[in-house]
């Protein structure tokens, strides 16, 4: 499959957005197209040649390049596919690039009557049992796919989809486009962090947005500090069944900061998982937020070492074993953080600060060197936190609202912004460029109607 197809994998928002940098990114922004040639119709004829039907539409040549560029003849294949989540229909997008053809809708958590999913379809039927939550649940919003990956490298064979609002997971073979399982966590109420893989998809992990008490039970909010959890959870993946395996996936107890996005570290830091916890009216109160960092290889031994509590048949890790077992640390980075996401070569770990216009640059080997000089301080529930300019590499400015960044394999980096409506390019620094950290470009992703 991936000799004729390569894969890309994105959040709805961001998802279409990536392409179009590489696509346009070498060429100055086109004019304003031209308004309609005066008189008559706009609609061209069959028999008008390239120009004249240019002018009858009132195109310009960089609109005609741009069609060129992306242009896909009925009959050929696109270079890409795009995995793009579906949100509230609950499904994920298979997309054509550069076409931008729907090519499939994949059915996960909602039925799908056009092809038999959850219905009459006994197989299909399991698959969508195995996510109810006291009762049948056949809705979703889905977030964000990750493909499998081999030695870090996406290998397209499995694709994860998480549903944010009721903490499920749901794993997808690419061999025929259909979702085989879904899981649903016995801990939380509720997901963003998910669904991230390894590098050899041995764990999928699934981050909870909003702090509960662990389990699904109930606790008032004068004891939130005692009883309401973040955990984050890592579920054994099954490669050659093609399953999540319930029994062999436990969870970390996280303090009751309100989680974002996750990732796996990989190359240069793999043994680490990353995450942040943004509570949007709640961080505006601080000066800075924290980054999680996770040794999981660690953790997982010490799961399997029988250190766990086991809540509601998941292993869970407390909170105080993981500080004892120098599993957690915390890092402060700028508040009300979205996306954290790890360089190709797994050196440096880039945060986007929602409500700051940077991205804030890590790097994993200064992480390491304030973990074994034991140069922290503690947070309220005594985890470690590593100080700020110890962990830093650099910050680079690029517009308002920096939400998720992606990779090219030249050195740059490709992030969503928020409020600006655009996609930033800035360079990363040694060892990818020799004069990095620093915004390239931008391009809109929304651009106004002409009268």
């Known amino acids: 499959m991936l000799t004729r197809r390569r894969f890309v994998v994105a959040a709805a928002g961001l998802a279409a957005a990536i392409p179009l940098v590489s696509a346009c990114q070498s060429s100055p922004l086109p004019e304003p197209t031209a308004p309609p040639a005066p008189g008559g119709n706009a609609t061209p004829s069959a028999g008008m040649n390239v120009d004249e039907i240019a002018t009858k539409r009132g195109l310009t040549p960089e609109d005609m390049k741009a069609a060129l560029m992306t242009y896909t003849p009925s009959g050929k294949l696109d270079e890409y596919i795009m995995f793009s989540s579906g949100g509230h229909a609950g499904q994920v997008r298979v997309i054509g690039l550069l076409s931008m053809r729907l090519l499939k809708t994949i059915a996960v958590f909602t039925p799908e009557p056009w092809q038999g999913y959850g219905f009459g379809s006994n197989e299909s039927k399991e698959v969508l049992a195995g996510g109810n939550i006291d009762g049948e649940v056949h809705w979703g919003d889905t977030h964000h796919p990750a493909l499998s990956e081999t030695n870090g490298q996406y290998d397209g064979q499995w694709l994860f989809i998480n549903d944010k609002a009721n903490a499920r997971v749901a794993v997808i073979d690419l061999r025929d486009f259909e979702t085989k399982q879904i899981v649903k966590n016995p801990l939380m109420m509720s997901d963003h962090g998910g669904t991230f893989v390894d590098p050899n998809t041995t764990y999928i ?157 890590y790097s994993f080997e200064k992480i390491q060197q304030a973990i074994k000089a034991e140069q922290f301080d503690r947070d309220d529930f005594a985890i470690p936190v590593l100080p700020y300019d110890k962990t830093v590499e650099a910050q680079v400015e690029l517009g308002l609202g920096p939400l998720h960044t992606q990779f090219d394999d030249q050195g740059y980096g490709y992030t969503s912004l928020f409020l600006d409506s655009a996609v930033a390019r800035w360079s990363l620094g040694k060892p990818y460029r020799d004069d990095g950290w620093k915004l390239e470009g931008k391009l809109p992703v929304q651009v106004p109607c002409q009268p």
């Open 205 to 361: 992990a699934q981050g909870t947005q909003y702090a509960t008490p662990l389990g699904y039970e109930y606790a008032p909010l004068s004891e939130y500090k005692q009883k309401y959890r973040g955990p984050m959870t890592f579920w054994k993946f099954d490669r050659d069944k093609g399953r999540i395996d319930t029994g062999a996936s436990w969870a970390i107890e996280l303090p009751p900061y309100w989680q974002d996005l996750s990732d796996f570290g990989k190359l240069a830091s793999d043994g680490i998982e990353d995450g942040q916890p943004p509570f949007e009216a709640g961080t505006t109160q601080r000066a800075m937020d924290y980054l999680h960092v996770i040794n999981w290889k660690r953790a997982e031994e010490v799961a399997k070492a029988g250190k766990v509590d086991t809540i509601k048949g998941m292993k869970v890790i407390r909170l105080d074993t993981a500080i004892k077992e120098g599993l957690l640390y915390l890092v402060p980075e700028p508040k009300s953080p979205h996306g954290v996401d790890v360089a190709p070569k797994g050196d440096f770990i880039v945060v986007g600060g929602k409500l700051d216009p940077h991205v804030t640059i």
